[in-house]
């Protein structure tokens, strides 16, 4: 076999392997049609506080908000009562999100929010006050606000027009209820 014909294979089978890698996580944009498979794919769910801070910056040319919450309740995940996370969301998407009560949403230290989370690594390029990992939405529907033992859901337009049925039936139970219901599945 010639040189060129090696080179030639090796090529080929770059080109397959690299087409047929899956798209990361981030960039799947992932719309969710069952509590269940949220839960599945969360690294943490928890019932959080927000604290009233948020940091705005950019990196590698995209503009990112992080708001920092107190952790309430941990259902998934090594958090603990009491712990200081920060979540971040892309400016563009967080400048995105209603609910079917508001069309601008702005976090509040008067109510509480579930958040189904991935973690990720965080490169140096993000603020040293995030802590070691960056703490991102997963997917969509992945923030309830609590008000009133209500439950709101928060997401993109697009989203919340279309809610399948079992998140648009979260609306109408209590926080209770809620919680019950991700602890059921989360033992299953």
């Known amino acids: ?15 397959f392997i690299y087409c047929h ?40 040319e995209e503009n990112y908000i992080s708001l920092k919450f107190e952790i309430v309740e941990k259902f998934i995940g ?9 979540i ?30 991935m973690g990720r690594a965080k490169k140096n390029t993000f603020p040293k006050k995030l802590g070691g990992s960056l703490w991102l939405n ?4 992945s923030i309830y606000e609590i008000t009133n033992n209500k439950i709101n859901v928060i997401s993109k337009p697009l989203i919340i027009e279309n809610l399948p049925e079992e998140f648009n039936n979260i609306q109408s139970i209590s926080y209770s209820e809620f ?10």
Do not use: A
Not at 34 to 55: A, G, Q
Not at 78 to 86: A, N, P, Q, R, T
């Open 88 to 117: 971040t969301f892309s400016k563009t998407y967080f400048d995105e999100l209603i609910s079917k009560n508001e069309q601008n949403i702005s976090f509040s230290n008067e109510n509480n929010y579930i958040f189904f989370l």
């Open 179 to 188: 919680r019950k219901i991700i602890l059921e599945k989360i033992n299953k």
């Open 1 to 15: 076999m010639s040189k060129y014909t090696k080179i030639c294979l090796l090529l080929t089978l770059f080109l």
């Open 78 to 86: 090594s958090s603990k009562k009491g712990e200081i996370i920060f």
């Open 138 to 141: 997963n997917g969509n529907p």
């Open 21 to 60: 890698v899956p798209p990361s996580r981030e960039i799947q944009d992932k719309d969710f049609t069952d509590l269940s498979s949220i839960i599945e794919s969360s690294d943490r769910v928890l019932n959080l506080t927000y604290l009233d801070e948020k940091i705005e910056y950019s990196v590698e």
